[in-house]
């Protein structure tokens, strides 16, 4: 097995990025600017969710 089959992820980010890679500059931009903005969000709601889950000081 390759280091390229090894370490893809599984939740299709290479398949978005390859569709992404192959539309054309203008398209490709918003396209970033898209998944930069949901990859964002997710990370937020992730600190979020192990803040709550972690205990506080008392």
């Known amino acids: 097995m390759s280091d390229e089959t090894t370490n893809a992820p ?3 980010l290479w ?3 390859r569709l992404i890679e192959g ?3 203008a398209a ?3 396209a970033y600017s898209g998944l930069h903005d949901e ?3 997710r990370l937020e709601s992730g600190a979020r969710i192990d803040q709550r889950d ?3 000081p008392r």
């Open 10 to 12: 599984t939740d299709g």
């Open 15 to 17: 398949s978005r990025l």
């Open 23 to 25: 539309q054309p500059l």
């Open 28 to 30: 490709r931009a918003d």
């Open 39 to 41: 990859l964002s969000r």
């Open 54 to 56: 972690t205990p506080g």
